[in-house]
């Protein structure tokens, strides 16, 4: 149970009784929750959360949701939290949104364990190397945490045709929550998706089009398409990075209030990054943590590295990756809507990007299963290679703090494992 459901719980039987004999109660707030507006992350210009929308009218960026901190501070205190008994992401309600009165759509996403990796860290030298493994969300990653905030808030807002372009486990997120949501999801995928991802779409009960090329020709279809469906395209939908950033709380949490020196995530479309940064923005203006930020370093595939090559060139956004190719599925992403934010948040955090290529990918993820007990996506797997690279070349030392994310399970790649 949430504090707020306590507080107000049992309110209408209140109100009733008040009606009876006559009391005058305080009007009944419209919606319980500290959402104030959105906000455009380009140019500022505010938007109402209250209406189904993509981009800033304005000039087509991303819009971030913006909460009353202050209001929100006073709900819910750090300290209240170790009484809380929800586990899902939703534990912080407070910060999230959907109005208290509205049950979200929820497959109890988030709440995965932070695993010390001593063994392979060990190999390392390494006393403080993490895994947050995404692997045990539903749909086996951690797509599952976007959707159940946007599936939910598009449900709310009155939507009943969801539609995303996806290169893997975003479609099974989707249709997956659209089917408990009861709405219908329609999934533009390449037509060279693992096959796991496009038969649990299938199961889940969405509508599937697979198209010849990559996620940004799905999106070009969409785009085509005149239906009157809600498009839920990370970052083109504002709340799908509300339910990521909550990576950053739950790492918080699970630290004590105290970040990691370093966080290693495999970055697509980045969203997780940008969620994660933007939750440890909030949490120090809630006074939950301080002002120390992880170094953030974004790990792409050698075949499709635009936001490495940005990075090196000192670019602020990327251009299209030419003839993208490569097995982690997720990091397929040759052009993303946010590479501006994520470039600004790994030179902001002094941190960087590094490409690996598949071959590499694989084998450790061999190393990882066998040396932790986790069957790791390729995307995950990229961290850790990514790490050694990172140890070799002087930018991490072995005596930090790391934190890579496992972004989902190697089960839904067996036809890239089984070689
Ligand atoms: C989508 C995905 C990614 C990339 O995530 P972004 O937050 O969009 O960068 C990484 N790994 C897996 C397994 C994914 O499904």
Redesign the pocket.
């Known amino acids: 149970m949430h504090t707020a459901d306590r507080v107000f719980g049992g309110r209408n039987a209140k109100r009733m009784a008040a009606m009876r004999h006559h009391v005058s109660i305080a009007p009944r707030p419209l919606y319980l929750m500290f959402l104030t507006h959105l906000s455009c992350t380009s140019c500022g210009l505010h938007h109402d959360w209250a209406k189904l929308q993509n981009l800033c009218t304005a000039c087509r960026k991303p819009l971030f949701a913006v909460y009353d901190l202050e209001q929100a501070g006073r709900a819910l205190k750090r300290d209240a939290l170790l009484t809380r008994a929800e586990k899902s992401l939703w534990r912080y309600r407070e910060l999230l949104p959907v109005p208290i009165e509205t049950s979200p759509v929820s497959l109890s996403e988030g709440g995965t364990p932070l695993l010390r990796a001593g063994r392979f860290g060990a190999s390392l030298q390494m006393q403080n190397l993490w895994i947050k493994d995404e692997s045990q969300n539903p749909t086996q990653?951690f797509?599952a945490r976007g959707m159940s905030v946007a599936v939910s808030m598009a449900k709310h807002l009155g939507a009943s045709k969801l539609v995303a372009p996806s290169a893997?486990?975003?479609g099974g997120a989707l249709a997956a929550y659209a089917a408990r949501a009861g709405v219908e999801a329609h999934v533009f995928m390449p037509r060279d998706t693992p096959r796991a991802n496009i038969i649990e779409c299938r199961e889940l009960g969405a509508c599937v089009t697979l198209i010849d090329g990559l996620i940004t020709d799905c999106a070009a279809e969409i785009g085509r398409r005149k239906e009157n469906w809600f498009d839920v395209s990370?970052l083109k939908e504002p709340y799908r990075i509300e339910g990521?950033k909550t990576l950053g709380y739950e790492l918080a949490e699970q630290l004590n209030w105290e970040l990691p020196d370093v966080i290693i995530y495999?970055?697509?479309?980045?969203?997780?990054?940008i969620g994660m940064w933007k939750a440890f923005d909030e949490m120090e203006k809630l006074g939950w943590i301080g002002k120390k930020r992880p170094r953030m370093f974004s790990v792409q595939a050698e075949g499709c590295a635009p936001i490495v090559r940005a990075f090196e060139a000192g670019e602020n956004s990327a251009a299209e990756f030419p003839d993208a190719r490569t097995l982690a599925a997720?990091?397929r992403?040759p052009k993303a809507i946010g590479d501006f934010l994520i470039l600004n948040i790994l030179r902001q955090s002094n941190g960087g990007a590094i490409a690996v290529n598949d071959e590499e990918m694989i084998r450790v993820a061999a190393e990882v299963a066998s040396s932790e007990g986790l069957f790791v996506?390729p995307?995950g797997a990229a961290c850790f290679a990514a790490l050694r690279s990172l140890l070799s070349s002087g930018k991490i030392s072995p005596n930090e703090s790391v934190v890579i994310f496992n972004?989902?399970s190697g089960i839904k790649y067996l036809d890239c494992y089984d070689s």
């Open positions: 990653s797509k893997g486990n975003a990370t990521k495999p970055t697509g479309g980045g969203t997780g990054l997720g990091l992403v996506a995307e972004t989902g």
